[in-house]
């Protein structure tokens, strides 16, 4: 079991450093660098220069980067070539505003899908089923942005009950909290609750063409006991595949949730940072993504395996 | 109602009454100037008052102390900057605004006004020149203000590890010497009449001598930094200490970007914020539409341009390129790219705003056939030639490019319009291929602006345009003292540019911003969004 565990982290690692690799060339292949970027339109010749002496920029890439690296791997992020803070302080804040609004989503969005694909489920063909099927096809074709859009439209500009960007920082009560968050909150969760609500719908219906649930149809078992009792647990591997793979995108690919609501997350924080060619915090951000899904990914399959008793003792 | 009525109704949505209402409502100009203007615009007095009567002005115009002030720019980043030395977008320039103060300030007439300095003069050949320092001023860290930390802050400029974006104004100085406690004096290498108004510009904030660590905003300024976190916001309240008699008003001011510009306007729409810059002039009917926000249009000399560069091919031929100058239809431009909020342009870049403005040269006017006469001489009838876009070149510049290549499709030159991603287009598109389209905020002189972008060896002269003349008469204007002598020399100026430079200028478009009808106090400066961000200084919240 353990083993399992190991050999799943040790390729998480690997996976990391191509990442970071790959990252590195991507950012490097870009036209301009960070010094043009920084000077913007007052970038005469000598002014990039100046700033390309002053942040060591006029060193071979690989030599860059294995810098970088070895910072890493001591436990220092680096300095953000544009802002010249240090990456840690710049995106510890960032990363906690990340997690709340990731966990928050999660914690509505997770249980809701779920009922919703159990409910659809239970009597496929009717009417629950079809109002989860359309509505979810109707959630998955809708992009994010225009959803967003509409609610600021209709719950901050006109109604004025919630505000149209999230700005604070600090929150002074759960209450206030609630209300700043709640249209990214709920926008977010219209993008995700689609994907999980079909995945556990359609890993249930096919559960339930197993012989044994014919067994249990034939036994004369009450349709719910089925679905809780029995097939509910054989079809926990393909869901919990989907939602974590919606939790890892909730922390590292809701750009246009906070670009729409001004919240300082981690998604914009990496756009920025590209479009400024700050290579130490691309590569901070994209480490930190990367680990988010490699653990949930892990994770979950882990939960797979202990669902399944087969797989439990299996050879490996 | 009555058809005075109804006609004064529909006159308002002309967006030149609307900018005059706003003025006349927020108390910047009389009720009798109000009703001249609109007869200057040939409306007749009866439905004048009609609409007079429909614009109830701000009763006092008393500022009221308190409040906090929420306000938005576009852009922000990571790379926010307290370093007046980085300053380069609206966002910094708030900031820099409220935390710090130059030697001079220049008002909305472009005239350099006594900031720090309370008082300056100069030789008669405006090579030496001598600022006097109030008494009394304090840093907000409780340092006095003395001519030390003038010239280093201005002397900042020219150190190389500082990596200032504005080196180049500061490069004519050739010695900086401090007379006393409160005089410096400047010796420069060649004459410069508007040096007062370089002293005034976003970079040359006063800073304590010796700093290097910005963190804390270190400077005279209204406010003074409680909280700055790059790329989310600045938080500022107001210093009790300030120089200036009875200001600021406001008592705390949260300063941050909001990128979208949809999110923008409906944060202000929403009541989270007071004030936004940038309006996308689509908007501006939601706006208008909304009792508690308005939208303040200053007439301004930025500009979107065609870039053809005049040291390749094809558009090495000034037939070409006067062939595209033709091409220009400005007044349908002005009309639809950007709802008639702008001012006609000419093909160089010094708008009416600017006193040295050339009023005698005509606007060339929109012909086809000229256009197709000059583009027989060129050798390119029937030709094929890429121009360079993006939405980063500046406002309108796609859709412009879209016009020009139907225009173009009419006599028989073929435009093919590729739009290049915002990212790394000023260093990969914008100065290295031949035909680009680029954008350019107004500089407070006209000197400078033909200095950065137009001179032989300026680095910004993005069509690489050398004409020994204009640098001559560039060199005779900056001597010069007199008035009507300088008009005369940078008319001939703008008339080489606009006859044989790369630049094909169709209008100038003024800038958009939005406000709470709560926000009283605003002055309109042509230099720069929301007032060249002077609005710390003079703004108050009503009600």
């Known amino acids: ?316 | 109602m009555s058809e005075k009525k109804k006609i004064a109704r529909e006159l308002e949505r002309s967006s030149d009454i609307a900018s005059l209402k706003v003025l006349y409502r927020s108390a910047s100009i009389s009720r009798r100037a109000f009703v001249s203007r609109l007869a200057a615009l040939g409306i007749s007095t009866s439905i004048a008052g009609f609409i007079v009567a429909g614009s109830p002005v701000a009763v006092a115009a008393t500022p009221k102390r308190g409040g906090r002030m929420r306000a938005a720019a576009g852009a922000h980043g990571p790379d926010d900057t307290l370093d007046p030395a980085r300053f380069n977008s609206v966002i910094n320039y708030g900031r820099g605004e409220q935390f710090y103060n130059g030697l001079t300030r220049i008002d909305e007439s472009l005239v350099a006004q006594p900031d720090l300095a309370e008082s300056w003069e100069t030789n008669a050949n405006a090579t030496d020149w001598v600022f006097k320092l109030r008494k009394g001023v304090e840093f907000h860290n409780g340092k006095s203000l003395d001519a030390e930390d003038a010239l280093y802050s201005i002397e900042r400029h020219l150190d190389k590890n500082v990596g200032s974006g504005a080196k180049a104004f500061v490069e004519n100085i050739a010695e900086g010497i401090v007379e006393d406690k409160h005089t410096v004096r400047f010796k420069l290498k060649g004459p410069d009449a508007d040096f007062p108004v370089i002293m005034g510009t976003y970079q040359m904030k006063i800073v304590p001598v010796r700093t290097r660590d910005f963190s804390k905003a270190p400077g005279t300024g209204p406010f003074k930094l409680m909280e700055f976190k790059p790329g989310v916001r600045s938080l500022a309240h107001r210093n009790d200490n300030y120089w200036e008699e009875g200001r600021p008003y406001l008592d705390e001011i949260e300063w941050f970007g909001i990128s979208d510009h949809n999110a923008r306007m409906n944060a202000l729409l929403a009541g989270d914020i007071s004030m936004m810059s940038g309006l996308d002039p689509k908007a501006i009917p939601r706006v208008n539409k909304s009792n508690d926000v308005r939208v303040v249009n200053t007439k301004a000399g930025q500009y979107t341009n065609f870039a053809m560069m005049t040291d390749r091919p094809p558009t090495d031929s000034n037939e070409l390129r006067l062939a595209i100058k033709h091409l220009q239809n400005r007044e349908r431009i002005l009309k639809l790219i950007y709802k008639g909020n702008g001012m006609l342009g000419n093909d160089q870049p010094i708008s009416p705003v600017d006193p040295m403005y050339c009023a005698d040269m005509p606007v060339r006017a929109y012909d086809p056939d000229k256009a197709k006469h000059h583009l027989k001489k060129a050798g390119m009838e029937g030709g094929t030639i890429k121009v360079h876009t993006s939405e980063v070149a500046g406002t309108g510049a796609i859709e412009q490019a879209l016009m020009l290549q139907r225009e173009a499709d009419k006599i028989g030159l073929k435009i093919d319009v590729q739009r290049d991603p915002g990212d790394g287009y000023w260093s990969a598109t914008w100065g290295k291929t031949p035909f680009f389209m680029s954008g350019w905020n107004m500089r407070p002189t006209a000197n400078i602006m033909l200095t950065l972008a137009f001179t032989s060896d300026a680095a910004w002269n993005e069509a690489k345009w050398k004409n020994a003349r204009f640098d001559e008469l560039l060199t005779l204007g900056r001597a010069s003292t007199d008035t009507v002598q300088r008009k005369q020399i940078y008319c001939e100026a703008q008339q080489l540019i606009s006859d044989t430079g790369g630049v094909a200028i169709p209008c100038f478009i003024d800038y958009l911003d939005a406000m709470s009808e709560k926000v009283k106090g605003f002055i309109p400066v042509p230099l720069g969004p929301l007032g060249a961000s002077q609005w710390p200084r003079s703004v108050w919240l009503e009600g």
């Open chain 1, 1 to 316: 079991m353990w083993l399992v565990v190991l050999r799943r982290l040790g390729m998480g690692v690997v996976t990391l450093w191509v990442v970071s690799v790959l990252v590195f060339a991507g950012t490097e292949i870009l036209p301009g660098d960070v010094a043009e970027a920084i000077l913007g339109q007052s970038a005469t010749p000598e002014a990039v220069a100046a700033i390309r002496e002053q942040l060591n920029l006029d060193r071979p890439a690989v030599v860059r980067y294995m810098d970088w690296l070895t910072n890493l791997l001591r436990g220092d992020l680096g300095i953000s070539l544009a802002a010249n803070l240090p990456i840690s302080e710049m995106i510890s804040g960032r990363l906690k505003n990340t997690l709340i609004l990731a966990a928050l989503t999660a914690a509505l969005a997770v249980p809701l899908s779920l009922a919703m694909g159990l409910a659809a489920a239970m009597f496929p063909g009717g009417r629950i089923d079809r109002f989860v099927t359309v509505s979810t096809l109707f959630l998955l074709s809708v992009p994010e942005f225009f959803i967003a859009a509409t609610l600021v439209l209709i719950f901050a500009v006109h109604l004025q009950w919630l505000p149209a960007i999230t700005y604070a920082t600090e929150y002074d009560s759960v209450w206030q909290l609630a209300k700043s968050l709640a249209l990214p909150i709920l926008t977010l969760t219209t993008s995700v609750i689609a994907h999980m609500a079909r995945m556990t719908r359609a890993a249930i219906l096919n559960v339930m063409t197993s012989p044994y649930v014919e067994m249990a149809i034939l036994k004369g078992v009450p349709r719910r006991r089925i679905v809780l009792r029995h097939a509910l647990l054989n079809a926990v591997g393909p869901v919990v595949n989907v939602v974590a793979l919606n939790l890892a995108y909730l922390i590292g690919g809701v750009t246009i949730v906070e670009t729409v609501f001004a919240y300082p997350g981690l998604a914009r924080l990496m756009v920025d940072a590209v479009s400024r060619r700050d290579m130490p915090l691309v590569q901070a951000c994209a480490m930190i993504f990367c680990s988010a899904y490699i653990l949930l990914i892990l994770i979950a399959d882990l939960l797979a395996i202990f669902a399944n008793p087969r797989l439990r003792h299996s050879k490996q």
